[in-house]
C-alpha cells in the first residue's frame, strides 16, 4: 500500500526550532516529487513547496521561501519540513502530498502548535 | 503568478440536487486542474485531475469539466455524504496554487 507517514504533533514556543517528517512507503521514494501543504486553522489549503527525494532538487512558494526548509533522506524514505525560529502564527496543519503529475497521496498530517 | 477564485464560497442543497462550483484562473492552464474534497476533520482527497479524470473509487455522481481558465465541479446528485469543503487547483507547474475552497452542506 502506498501511504505517507508523518510525524506527531507538536506543541512549542516561539523561537524554538522544529523538523516534522514525512516517511513515504510501497513505492519508488526517489521518484516522485514530494510536496507540503499548509492549512491554518479554519483556513485553506496552501502550497508551501516541494522537492524531489532523487535529487533534492526543491523549489517553494514565494509565500514560504526563507521561512521553512524543505530536506529530504532518500536512505530512509524520509522527507522533513523544518523551521529555525516558530512564530505563533506557524500554528496549523501540516501535510505532506506525494506528486504523480497531481497530488495523490496525503499524509495524515502533523498539528503544529505554536504558543507561548 | 497565477491566482485560482472559486465562487460561491459556501452553499447549501437538498439531498438529490444538482451541485455546481465554479474554479477560474486569472491565466490560461490548459487541461492541468484538479479537485479536492475535504470533508469536516479530515485528510484532503483527490477527486478529479485534468479537469475531468475521476481518481480511482471516487463516485460517478462527480465530473469535472471546463478549459483554458474557466472549470466547473458537478455533483449530479447531492449525498449526505458530500457534505465537504471542496478546492480546485492548478497542477501543470509550480506553484500548485489552491483555490480559496467552497463549503457545501445540506439544506
Known amino acids: 500500500e502506498v501511504q505517507l507517514v508523518q510525524s506527531g504533533g507538536e506543541v512549542k514556543k516561539p523561537g524554538e526550532s522544529l523538523k516534522i517528517s514525512c516517511k513515504g512507503s510501497?513505492?519508488?521514494?526517489?521518484?516522485?516529487?514530494l510536496g507540503w501543504v499548509r492549512q491554518m486553522p479554519g483556513k485553506g489549503l496552501e502550497w508551501m513547496g516541494i522537492i524531489y527525494p532523487g535529487d533534492s532538487d526543491t523549489t517553494y512558494s514565494p509565500s514560504f521561501q526563507g521561512q521553512v526548509t524543505i530536506s529530504a533522506d532518500k536512505s530512509i524514505s524520509t522527507a522533513y519540513l523544518q523551521w529555525s525560529s516558530l512564530k505563533a502564527s506557524d500554528t496549523a496543519m501540516y501535510y505532506c502530498v506525494r506528486r504523480d503529475g497531481v497530488f495523490d497521496i496525503w499524509g495524515q498530517g502533523t498539528m503544529v502548535t505554536v504558543s507561548s | 503568478d497565477i491566482q485560482m477564485t472559486q465562487s460561491p464560497s459556501s452553499l447549501s442543497a437538498s439531498v438529490g440536487d444538482r451541485v455546481t462550483i465554479t474554479c477560474r484562473a486569472s491565466q490560461g492552464i490548459s487541461n492541468y486542474l484538479a479537485w479536492y474534497q475535504q470533508k469536516p476533520g479530515k485528510v484532503p482527497k483527490l477527486l478529479i485531475f485534468?479537469?475531468?479524470a475521476l481518481q480511482s473509487g471516487v463516485p460517478s455522481r462527480f465530473s469535472g469539466s471546463g478549459s483554458g481558465t474557466d472549470f466547473t465541479l458537478t455533483i449530479s446528485s447531492l449525498q449526505p455524504e458530500d457534505v465537504a469543503t471542496y478546492y480546485c487547483q492548478k497542477h501543470n507547474s509550480a506553484p500548485f496554487t489552491f483555490g480559496p475552497g467552497t463549503k457545501v452542506d445540506i439544506k
Open positions: 510501497g513505492y519508488s521514494f526517489t521518484s516522485y516529487w
Open positions: 485534468a479537469v475531468s
